[in-house]
């Protein structure tokens, strides 16, 4: 069965630093884009981090480049969400997601794309 678990989130002050997990099972993670995607109240589902199939490429959305670093460790199938500077406007449910690709190294930011998401993790950042 192919699970995603996200864990991590939390309160923190604006400016301070938290790091999501995302623990994979039941599938061949080298095979698989995974995307961070966050949502807050009122707002679209935002991709803001991904890392290709392979870890041959990442991509940032604008509003995170700089702060956040996404990274893999293969050995535990768990992707990283570093998340540093944290800003009010960060609060969302944060989800983590994989995408079997149909070429090897490619990634997508597209929401749809994605095969199988995890549950969520709440991140608040107060001012």
């Known amino acids: 069965e192919v699970q995603l678990v996200e864990s991590g989130g939390g309160l923190v002050q604006a400016g301070g630093s938290l790091r999501l997990s995302c623990a994979a099972s039941?599938?061949?993670?080298?095979?698989?884009?995974i995307g961070w995607f966050r949502q807050a109240p009122g707002k679209e589902r935002e991709g803001i981090s991904f890392i290709s199939s392979g870890d041959v490429s990442t991509y940032y959305a604008d509003s995170v480049k700089g702060r956040f670093t996404i990274s893999s460790d293969n050995a535990k199938n768990t992707v990283y969400l570093q998340m540093n500077s944290l800003k009010p406007e960060d609060t969302a449910v944060y989800y983590c997601a994989a995408d079997r690709t149909i070429e090897w190294g490619s990634l997508t930011v597209v929401p749809g794309d994605y095969d199988y998401w995890g549950q969520g993790t709440q991140v608040t950042v107060s001012s």
């Open positions: 039941g599938f061949t993670f080298d095979d698989y884009a």
